[in-house]
C-alpha cells in the first residue's frame, strides 16, 4: 500500500491560515443585532426613487417579486443560513457546493459590489442630498470631491472599529432608517388628507413587459442580500437559532420599507418627476411643506440624517462583504492570504476594509469623469453595482440548493417544509428570476428590442450606449482578471494544512501501481 498527499486541500477543509484567523473572531452579535445589521446594510433606501421612475406599475412588479422572489429566497437561506455557520457565510457555502475556485468569483462578485455602489452611487446620494438640503456646493468642485472622499473613508473607519463596539453603527443606522420611513409615511398620509394625491388610476397598476424589464434588476437588488449576515456567522453568539428568525423578520421588515415608500412617492410626485438619485428627498420636500415654517429646518435634519444613514449602510456593508473576502483569502482563493488576515485585537478584516476603502476611491474618481449629469452617472453605477451583484447569485443559489442534497444530514434547526424536488423549485424559480434581471443590467435594451419594445438608451440612461457597455463589461473583465490572478497567486495558502488536519482528510490510500485520485 502506498499513501499520496494531495497538493491541496479538499473543498470540505479550510487551511491553515484560516484555522488561526478565525481564533481572532469574538463572538458580539445577537439575535436584534442580526436583524439590524441586515436591514442596515441590505434594506436600499436610496433606491427607492430610482426604482418608482417606472411608473405606478413599479409598486404591482415589487409586490409581485415580494411573493414569487422574496419567501422562496427567503426560506431557501433561512434553512441554509442556519445549517452552514462557518465565517464566510456564501463563499464557504460555495466551497462545499462547487469547489474553491467557483466560490472564489462569487466571493468576489459579492465584495466588489460594496466599495463600487458606496464609492460611485451612495456618494454621489449623500453628496446631492448634503448640497440640496444642508450646505450647497457645485458638483465636480474641491468640496463635493472632499465631501465624497471623506464620506467613503468615514464607512471604511466604522467597518475597522472591533465588532464589539463597531456593531451599534449598523444597529443605529437600522434604527434611523425604519424611524426616516416611517416619519416619511406619516407624513404622506397628513398631505394626501390636505391636499389630495397624483391622479393614478388602477390602469397605471397594470403591468407591462416593458415595466418588468426595466424594474426587475432594481427590485432584485433591493431584495437580495438577507443571507450576507453569515459572512460574520463565526461572530454570532448562536447562529443556528438566530440566523433564520433573522432573516424572516429582516426580509418582512424590507418588504414593507419598499412597498409602502414606493407607494407613497407614487402618490405625491409624478412619474415624470422622478429623479434616481433624489426622488426620496424629493418626495420628503413636498410633503414636509405640511409642517408650514417649520419645514425647511426640518429638511436640513432630514437632510444629515439620511446622509447619515447611507453612511452606516456602507459600512455595514463592508462589515459583511469584507469578512467574506478576508475568509476567501485566509482560505487561499484570493492571493497569498495578504488580506486573509483579522487583526488580533480588533477582529477585524483591517486589510481588506482599506482594500474596500481604495476601490471605492478609485470608484469615485472614475465616475466622475464619466460626462453626464449625475442622475445619469448614478444610474450607470447603480447598473453596475446590480449587475456584480446579481451574478453572484448565478452560484449562491445553485449552491444552496445543491448543499441540501450533497450534506443531507447536516442539523438543520429551520428546515423548509418540502421535499429535495420541491427544494429545487424554489431554487429554480429564484434562478430565473436573478438570470433575467442579471442580463437586463449588463445588456439593457436587447430584451426590448427582441418584444418590439421602443427603447432610447441615450434618454433612459443619460450617457450612450458604448459608454455605458465600456463602463459596465470593462468593470466585469477587470474582475475577472483580478479574481484569476488572485487565485493562482493563493495556490501556497491552498498547499498549507491545519496542524488538526486528519491524515484522511489529506492523503489517500491505494494499492501499488494504481493512480492515485485527488480529492
Not at 414569487?68 to 466551497?95: H, K
Request: glycine share 10%; charged share 15%; with cysteine.
Amino acid at each position: 500500500m502506498e499513501l499520496h498527499t494531495t497538493s491541496e486541500l479538499s473543498d470540505d477543509r479550510e487551511t491553515a491560515l484560516a484555522d488561526r484567523e478565525v481564533k481572532h473572531l469574538k463572538k458580539t452579535l445577537g439575535r436584534l443585532d442580526i436583524v439590524f445589521l441586515i436591514v442596515a446594510a441590505v434594506v436600499s433606501i436610496e433606491t427607492l426613487g430610482q426604482v418608482s421612475g417606472f411608473g405606478a406599475e413599479t409598486f404591482t412588479w415589487a409586490l409581485v417579486l415580494a411573493i414569487f422572489f422574496l419567501v422562496p429566497y427567503g426560506l431557501i437561506f433561512a434553512e441554509t443560513g442556519g445549517a452552514f455557520t462557518g465565517e464566510g457565510g456564501v463563499y464557504v457555502w460555495c466551497r462545499k457546493a462547487f469547489g474553491r475556485p467557483v466560490a472564489a468569483i462569487a466571493s468576489l462578485l459579492t465584495w466588489v459590489t460594496q466599495p463600487v455602489w458606496v464609492g460611485g452611487s451612495m456618494a454621489f446620494i449623500a453628496s446631492e442630498t448634503w448640497s440640496t438640503y444642508v450646505t450647497h456646493f457645485e458638483p465636480g468642485t474641491v468640496t463635493d470631491y472632499a465631501f465624497k472622499l471623506v464620506f467613503i473613508w468615514l464607512t471604511v473607519l466604522a467597518a475597522i472599529i472591533s465588532l464589539r463596539h463597531g456593531k451599534w453603527i449598523p444597529n443605529i443606522g437600522a434604527i434611523l432608517k425604519i424611524a426616516f420611513l416611517i416619519i416619511f409615511l406619516v407624513t404622506t398620509g397628513i398631505y394626501a388628507m390636505r391636499n389630495g394625491v397624483a391622479g393614478l388610476s388602477a390602469g397605471d397598476f397594470s403591468p407591462t413587459v416593458a415595466g418588468l424589464l426595466g424594474v426587475t434588476p432594481l427590485l432584485l437588488f433591493s431584495y437580495l442580500g438577507f443571507e450576507s449576515g453569515n459572512s460574520a456567522a463565526g461572530e454570532m453568539k448562536n447562529p443556528a437559532r438566530d440566523v433564520p428568525i433573522a432573516i424572516a423578520r429582516s426580509a418582512g421588515i424590507a418588504a414593507a420599507a419598499y412597498l409602502l415608500p414606493i407607494l407613497a412617492i407614487l402618490l405625491v410626485l409624478p412619474a415624470d418627476d422622478i429623479t434616481g438619485i433624489g426622488g426620496l428627498m424629493e418626495a420628503v420636500a413636498k410633503v414636509f411643506g405640511v409642517y408650514g415654517a417649520a419645514a425647511p429646518a426640518m429638511l436640513t435634519v432630514t437632510g444629515v440624517v439620511f446622509a447619515m444613514i447611507l453612511m452606516t449602510q456602507g459600512s455595514a456593508w463592508m462589515i459583511i462583504s469584507d469578512r467574506m473576502q478576508a475568509m476567501a483569502a485566509a482560505d487561499g482563493a484570493f492571493f497569498g492570504g495578504f488580506f486573509g488576515r483579522f487583526h488580533p485585537q480588533l477582529g477585524t478584516p483591517v486589510r481588506v476594509n482599506l482594500l474596500s476603502g481604495a476601490v471605492a476611491t478609485v470608484f469615485c474618481l472614475v465616475a466622475m469623469q464619466v460626462t453626464g449629469s449625475s442622475a445619469s452617472i448614478f444610474g450607470v453605477v447603480l447598473s453596475i453595482s446590480i449587475s456584480t451583484f446579481l451574478l453572484s447569485y448565478v452560484i449562491a443559489i445553485p449552491a444552496a440548493v445543491r448543499l441540501r442534497t450533497r450534506f443531507p444530514g447536516v442539523p438543520r434547526p429551520f428546515r423548509v417544509p418540502l421535499g429535495d424536488n420541491g427544494f429545487r423549485a424554489l431554487g429554480a424559480l429564484c434562478f430565473a428570476w436573478v438570470a433575467l434581471g442579471s442580463w437586463v443590467a449588463v445588456f439593457p435594451g436587447t430584451l426590448e428590442h427582441l418584444f418590439g419594445i421602443d427603447y432610447d438608451f441615450a434618454e433612459t440612461w443619460g450617457v450612450s450606449q458604448v459608454t455605458f457597455e465600456v463602463f459596465t463589461l470593462g468593470t466585469l473583465a477587470v474582475l475577472g482578471t483580478l479574481g484569476a490572478v488572485g487565485y493562482l497567486r493563493a495556490r501556497p495558502v491552498r498547499a498549507e494544512r491545519p496542524a488538526d488536519a486528519a491524515l484522511d482528510e489529506n492523503t489517500i490510500e491505494v494499492d501499488a501501481g494504481n493512480p492515485a485520485v485527488q480529492l
